[in-house]
């Protein structure tokens, strides 16, 4: 048995990380969990192993580095960069869990991310298992029933029209699952399928845009972020005032009518705050 040796007892895969007179620190590839010391008697019914062995069940490819693109260098770098302090103190739990902190600190990460990525590493004894995976185009997982739905949203359901689900699900099936003599050919998805489908990629930015148009969805739909307010209120102290006339009656003592109120209110431009309000009735604050 050596350092970074792979172990296997059945389903369990261990990798060995120190070796010390009675015990060893030992790492659980598949669990992938922090790494333990265990007494070197509780290894005894484990033999060794391949890389090729630990890969098939993680579903682990080693890819050459010269091969990723960009993003996943650059992306597999960082974290090896965050781990790197912490490698020396693999065989010191106190001394791990301290590096761990400041760096998690110092990087405005999380502890846990950190734990992911170091043990990632150690399982693998492999910088590439800590690169992303590389995106791949949607549309090459798309079934052909899936990309004619999207067409058919696309093009009857997602348009000024305002047509139905329904209308959309009709349209299809004639254009696309209809013979010369416009009869319905099998197989053919179902509504229920066209409507999950639907249900699955509904952007409500695209459904409001596409539907009321652009001008509609900047007035009544769009989310308030507060450039706009910003732009001349750049710090607190800007005040905004309006008024309104009460949706109530007032009396007075006698029981007689007296009319609506008038509140006005002040609201601090750059955060929102209520600086203040009042309510006027006939000259007189209430």
Known sequence: MKKHDLLQDGNKIIRVLEIQADRILMIDCIKRSMPVWVECSALDSFIGCTDEVLNQPTNFTAADIENLNA???????????????????????????????????????????????????????????????????????????????????????????????????????????????????????????????????????NFYISRNGLKNYQRNNRPLIGDGIQSFAPAIGVGMLDSTICDIYLINDTGSLVGRPILTACIDAYSGVCCGYVLIMGGWRV
Not at 84 to 96: C, Q, S, T
Not at 178 to 197: E, I, K, N, T
């Open 71 to 205: 993003d996943q260098k650059r992306t597999m770098y960082d974290r090896y960069t965050l781990i790197v302090p912490i490698l020396p103190f693999i065989a010191d739990e106190k001394m791990r869990a301290k590096v761990i902190s400041s760096t998690a600190i110092e990087n405005n990460i999380s502890k846990q991310t950190i734990r992911i990525y170091l043990c990632l590493y150690l399982a693998y004894m492999n910088i590439t298992a800590l690169a992303p995976k590389q995106r791949i185009d949607d549309d090459g997982n798309l079934t052909q029933d899936e990309k004619n739905i999207r067409w058919a949203l696309n093009k009857f359901f997602y348009t000024t029209k305002k047509q139905s689900l329904m209308t959309a699900y009709t349209m299809m099936l004639k254009e696309k699952y209809c013979d010369s003599m416009s009869l319905l050919r099998d197989p053919y998805p179902s509504f229920y399928q066209f409507r999950y489908f639907y249900r699955k990629t509904k952007k409500m930015q």
